[in-house]
């Protein structure tokens, strides 16, 4: 099966499957970034979240928290009150730890050339971590990630080591983050856009197709009344060029201890 | 010029050259790594830090503290303690933050299935935010990152926002994940050891040239009497074979919110 045809049948199989994450469904702030991904011939997202607040209980495991092992006793994609803390701690009976989340998104590039392009973009837009992997079969996958988190130990064996007034100061500091998270993924969004456009005009259109592909998360938990929440919209074309990283830019290059995307 | 000329020249330049880092050598418990690296023809590293705790002290700019322009209170590549930062807290006057980080590590590659083979080897030790970057002209780039940090903010312009108590239950916590971390980097350099042999031995052999670098650290903060603290040991081998991520391993793949790497 040539390259092309491999990649469409593996987004086919991506998007139509169920989606099963806890939640069940793509966040709100990501949703636009994900459609417009969705809708290119070269892309399609595998995992997404757009940032989040968290608690977590659970032994620390000697130096990391295993999510899967912990309890959830809170997650919010919005800012947080002191007072939604203080409730989720009464059920703590381990380490608590309250972690600010930024966006980490997942997406599956027909090409090493697709992927320079979308991580080129995503490193402009602040999110200065992220890297391409590439597998065996040549599948090449981008994972956009940051740096600006939170991770801040408040219990030990369920007993609150800081004040009600500090959990006040921790969260205006994690909803700042929250806020600037979400500019960079309109940013993102903008950038992303902008380039795919200037890719569009360079290149031979060839007949597109438009479709919407059914909403298939049967484990989703909130259903809202909104048809961007569809699991994607299709428009095929053709890209040829892919911008590459300017590699005065490159995270990394130069012999110093402090690389700018760290 | 091709290729692998082309790859040795940006080698030698880089290798050759001051060490601009705020300390001005290799951290002592990653040198191993590095000269491990830097002793193999297909790579080089750029910048290198073994993990850290450090105490930052600045105007948090909204969401993130800009490390250029805060002050660096404390730096410690070892265990801390509760003193240590109390002391180094009597000089803070603004917004100051704990933060703990471990290795990061960012190595060129002569072409794209180098960077998979050390990808590899990254992840498997441990190191799940590891990623590629390619740039203009096919540089090749591994950064070797991980998740399992600490940020946490102890006061707000100048005021100290917790207790002792908790700095010292904090700094446990910091120092269980310098532990882990220098677990991992060891794994990492046994991993990729053991690799490189394998494919050592399913290539042909190549004439081995041995020399050793100069130490060209003009900026050395603290000299040691350390032969192992220099730049580099080469031994030339040639490899052609790449391993490379098996895709069931791939961070991201399948729909989930919570990909194992995050």
Known sequence: M?????????????????????KGSVDEDVVGL?????GREQFFTTSSCAGRIILL??????????KQNCCWLLVTHKPCVKDDVMVALKKADGDAILKFEPLVLHVQCRQLQDAQLLHSVAMDS???NSGITVGKRGKTMLAVRSTHGLE?????KGKLMVTEEYIDFLLKIANQKMEENKKRIERFYNC???ALEKE???TDSQPKEKFRAKNNSPHTHKKKRN????RGKYITEENDKGLENDDNDDPGIGATIFPEDY
Request: overall charge positive.
């Open 34 to 38: 994900v459609q417009l991904l969705n």
């Open 2 to 22: 040539d390259r092309n045809a491999e990649f469409r049948r593996w987004k086919a199989q991506c998007l139509t499957k169920a989606d099963l994450s806890r």
């Open 227 to 230: 048809p961007e929440k569809a």
């Open 200 to 202: 569009s005009v360079t």
């Open 152 to 156: 801040v130990p408040l219990s030990q």
């Open 126 to 128: 602040g999110f200065r």
């Open 192 to 194: 992303l856009q902008h």
């Open 57 to 66: 209980d659970g032994g620390i495991n000697g130096f990391e928290v295993q």
